[in-house]
């Protein structure tokens, strides 16, 4: 039987908001427990939240640039369950009218094609505090610093079909709130995470089969590997004649496995209903009007822009338009030394490699854009080979200086003396008499041959080109 997978995912984002989405409490990481919560957030009795404006803004931001509906009206509602970091007992969220609806995103697969998938929905909703289970013995910690942060959870339709697919899903939609300014995407400190709902069917059956939701995973590794690991444990048991049963699972990412957490009998009744609290949250079309005219260059502008404007090909554009830094690291050092496709090559190649080498941030790169442009244009210029780069380009990375400084220093300039390259190949010629016969019969690979014995004689200074062109003359050729 061959199978079909079906993947729907929900995606909790952090707004990058500096205080909290109904108190005047701040929501920076890191803070000592329970520093950063106010009566509020703690849910004491007798106090009111207030939306905060900036939330909202967000919110459409992100609206218009899916191309959803913004609504004009929508609702906050308590969602009531009982957890230890929630000492309120309800959770405020968006239900039955969220502030966006049907909006669309599309990613790019692995064969180059495009695809469009569907977003349900994005509501606004407060983060809830947390368990700390490690730092006591026999007892658990609450810390409501996290109480009260704001966060956009964006739904997907089911429309993706296999772990890659949600995968290019995850990256694009992370790519988009950084783009748009409406989230730090951190994934480590849980600012971007996802609930992962897979099911399984025969491929041609119309309906979906039963999903499990797979909670909390950080990590587009993680996402990949727990829904490969759900379908194959779906099709394992539907294969034996069981059923799935619809559920909540875990991804362990040290067991690389998922666990049953709850199952729908156990899923709990959440009564919810609209806050009395909090007034309906209006969007007005001047509100609309300003937030669109805010929107930032989108990353499928910014790489059709790249690929039109630069020449550059719809796969290198793609990769330099993943983020915004990236993005215009790429554009100051291609302004700067004015070979375009050369600073893509280099941006994406050696930087992104000696990067993620040392797991390093574009913005942390100790080669900057305009030290990568200053050592292309002595590429441009014929100072220097793109082998001899490699070497001036690992000087910069480890502060050697910039890449005029370091060529001097090492003495790294080509050769461009046409009489010491004739001297070096004067010497080859003279060693090699065999193959000296055998490229003037016709034997034209041995080009190769030689040039590459002067660029070894030469520690790599000679220039190609002209070593070709002075060995055809100097044979006959
Ligand atoms: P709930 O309200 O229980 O969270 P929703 O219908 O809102 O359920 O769906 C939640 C997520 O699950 C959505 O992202 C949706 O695309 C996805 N989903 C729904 N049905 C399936 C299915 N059969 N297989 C995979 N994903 C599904
Ligand atoms: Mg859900």
């Not at 009982?82 to 239900?95: A, E, N, T």
Request: aromatic share 6%; net charge negative; with cysteine.
């Amino acid at each position: 039987m061959q199978w079909e997978t079906v993947i729907g995912l929900e995606i909790h984002t952090q707004l990058a908001t500096k205080s909290k989405i109904f108190s005047g409490a701040p929501t920076a990481y890191g803070a000592e427990p329970n520093t950063q919560a106010c009566a509020v957030d703690l849910g004491l009795p007798g106090v009111l939240p207030v939306l905060n404006k900036e939330v909202v803004r967000m919110a459409a931001k992100f609206g218009l640039a899916i191309g959803a509906r913004v609504a004009p009206i929508s609702i906050f509602a308590r969602k009531n369950y009982f957890y230890p970091d929630l000492p309120k007992g309800y959770q405020i969220s968006q239900y039955e009218l969220p502030i966006v609806e049907t909006g669309k995103l599309e990613i790019e697969l692995e064969d180059g094609t495009t695809k469009i998938i569907g977003v349900t929905r994005a509501h606004l909703e407060e983060d809830a505090g947390k368990s700390l289970h490690e730092d006591f013995h026999g007892m658990t910690g609450i810390d409501l610093n996290r109480a009260g942060t704001p966060l956009l959870e964006i739904v997907s339709e089911p429309d993706m079909r296999s772990a890659k697919e949600a995968v290019a899903y995850m990256k694009k939609m992370h790519s988009l709130v950084t783009y748009l300014g409406i989230s730090d995407g951190n994934m480590q400190e849980g600012s971007f995470r996802c609930d992962a709902n897979v099911s399984v069917r025969p491929v041609g059956q119309a309906e979906f089969g039963t999903r499990t939701e797979l909670k909390n995973i950080n990590s587009f590794r993680f996402v990949e590997k727990a829904i490969n690991f759900e379908v194959e444990r779906q099709i394992d048991v539907l294969e034996g004649g069981g059923k799935i049963t619809q559920e909540t699972r875990l991804y362990d990412a040290d067991k690389d496995e998922t666990r049953s957490m709850r199952s729908k009998e156990e899923a709990m009744d959440y009564r919810y209903f609209p806050d009395p609290d909090l007034l309906p949250v209006e969007v007005s079309e001047n509100l609309l009007n300003e937030v669109k005219a805010s929107l930032p260059e989108l990353p499928d502008a910014k790489r059709n822009r790249f690929v039109e404007e630069y020449k550059l090909s719809r796969e290198d554009a793609n990769q330099l338009t993943a983020d915004r830094e990236t993005a215009d690291y790429f554009e100051t050092t291609a302004k700067a030394c004015a070979d375009a496709k050369l600073a893509a090559n280099w941006v994406n190649v050696s930087l992104a490699g000696a990067l993620n080498k040392e797991g390093k941030d574009i913005s942390e790169s100790p080669v900057s854009a305009d030290m990568l442009a200053g050592m292309l244009k002595r590429i441009t210029d014929n100072t220097i080979s793109g082998k001899i780069a490699k070497e001036v380009f690992e000087a910069m990375w480890n502060g050697e200086g910039d890449a005029d400084a370091i060529i001097d220093k090492k003495g790294l300039k080509q050769i461009t003396d046409t009489g010491a390259i004739e001297a070096v190949l004067d010497e080859i010629i003279a060693a090699n008499p065999a193959q000296v016969e055998q490229l003037k019969g016709g034997k034209d690979k041995l080009m190769g041959f030689f040039v590459g014995q002067v660029m070894k004689q030469t520690g790599g200074k000679a220039n190609p080109g002209q070593v070709n062109q002075l060995l055809k003359k100097k044979l006959g050729l």
